[in-house]
Nanobody, 121 residues
Framework: VQLQASGGGLVQAGGSLRLSCAASGRIVSINDMGWYRQAPGKQRELVASITRGGTTNYADSVKGRFTISRDSAKNTVYLQMNSLKPEDTAVYYC????????????????WGQGTQVTVSS
């Protein structure tokens, strides 16, 4: 299984970016999907998550500005980021709990490779 993230880049404060992360490989089903970020010198933190049923959860710092969504048919999760601030600058990682075996109910956790988001003031 691979998680391929894309959509990062350089944007001015107040601008928008949309991140995508597609899971590929042997996949039976996917439970929670999410986005984390890690700024230089800081710990990785949860930005937003979404369950298979569509329930979302956001870090307080991004509520009202970021929107997470998923397309289960495409095994893809998105993060729409609006009103970006310089403090949103970080490497963004996607994450997913994936079931690979039809005859076993366990899920494994996977990380994408990260995509850089830089917001200039």
């Amino acid at each position: 299984v691979q998680l391929q993230a894309s959509g990062g880049g350089l944007v001015q404060a107040g601008g928008s970016l949309r991140l995508s992360c597609a899971a590929s490989g042997r996949i039976v089903s996917i439970n929670d999907m999410g986005w984390y970020r890690q700024a230089p010198g800081k710990q990785r933190e949860l930005v937003a998550s979404i369950t298979r049923g569509g329930t979302t959860n956001y870090a307080d710092s991004v509520k009202g500005r970021f929107t997470i969504s998923r397309d289960s048919a495409k095994n893809t999760v998105y993060l729409q980021m609006n009103s970006l601030k310089p403090e949103d600058t970080a490497v963004y990682y996607c994450n997913a709990d994936i079931r690979q075996n039809l005859f076993r109910a366990d899920f494994r956790n996977y990380w994408g490779q990260g995509t850089q988001v830089t917001v200039s003031s």
